[in-house]
């Protein structure tokens, strides 16, 4: 019971990955990144928005912080999602985006001082193996021939800006609740997103984006992290995390399904090496037990 919380997070992320791809056909990506954090902000708005009132002199002081956390994790991770869905695939996405438990660690040792243990090496290299094999199609040559596409090397960006908005996450300590911070990250975003709309041609909401909007908005931005962070608050953090393995096979599957996406062999191969290698790097060891005998 306690992991469907995490694994219906993780299913309704895999879903807004074919909202990615599907959106960038009826809605321009600068709108729909306005529309998601803006019909998100509406709903969360009456529920949130008087603790926020009450504790607005203990919030002031890290304004700045929530500002930068809003442009990585809101408007720069998921405005490059919604850019990249026109040059790669639903399933590209999700693979790509598993790396970000991996980055993490990495950028965790000069922010948080962490150790890097040595199978987080090795899983970096099985992963990053995996990655170069499936963007090459199964032959490296294409890829150093024709280098990589646009929309994967915006997914590798985003990738990365995530991993490190969670990791200034952890840094940055805050007197605030979880849902808190979301709300604060979302004014924002908002904000920020307003220029990229302003920008855009094709704003209208029609029949065809509207649902696209509303899944981005409600069950991918409000309902999916409450799962999550019950998840976390039940399972723990790195049970928890464990789930986001499953999010490039239910894509996959969805993508296969909605989609029409076909996996070739090199998506097996590839995809399978980048999973293994995040797995690996996630296992910590156990710590050595010694049994203490008291001496006559």
Same mark, same amino acid.
């Given at each position: ?89 639903? =399933? ?165 399904? =909605? ?35 008291? =001496?006559?």
């Amino acid at each position: 019971m306690f992991y469907l919380f995490p694994l219906l997070t993780v299913i309704i992320w895999a879903g807004n990955a074919i909202v990615n791809k599907m959106s960038y056909s009826v809605i321009d990506p600068g709108a729909i990144s306005f529309y998601r954090w803006f019909f998100a902000m509406m709903v969360l708005t009456p529920f949130v928005l008087p603790s926020v009132w009450r504790k607005r002199h203990e919030i002031k002081p890290y304004l700045s912080k929530l500002a930068f956390l809003a442009l990585l994790g809101m408007v720069l991770n998921q405005s490059l999602g919604y850019f990249a869905a026109a040059t790669t695939t639903a =399933t590209n996405m999700a693979l790509i985006v598993s790396l970000v438990p991996l980055l993490s660690m990495f950028l965790s040792v000069p922010l948080l001082g962490q150790r890097l243990l040595p199978l987080a090496m090795v899983g970096a290299v099985l992963s990053l193996a995996g990655l170069v094999f499936m963007l090459g199609h199964g032959d490296i040559s294409t890829l150093t021939s024709q280098g990589i596409k646009q929309g994967d090397a915006l997914l590798l960006i985003a990738a990365f800006v995530y991993a490190l908005y969670c990791v200034l996450l952890k840094r940055w300590k805050m007197p605030l609740s979880n849902w808190q911070s979301v709300y604060m990250q979302g004014l924002f975003a908002v904000t920020m997103l307003t220029p990229l709309l302003l920008g855009s041609e094709r704003t209208a909401i029609t029949g065809e984006s509207l649902p696209l909007i509303m899944y981005a908005a409600l069950p991918a931005s409000v309902l999916a992290p409450w799962c999550w962070l019950k998840g976390i608050e039940i399972l723990g953090a790195d049970r928890t995390a464990m789930f986001m393995n499953l999010m490039p096979v239910l894509t996959a599957l969805i993508a296969s399904i =909605t989609l029409g996406e076909q996996l070739a062999v090199y998506h097996y191969i590839g995809g399978g090496m980048v999973l293994s290698g995040v797995i690996l790097a996630q296992r910590k060891p156990k710590p050595i037990q010694t049994d203490n005998m008291a =001496t006559a």
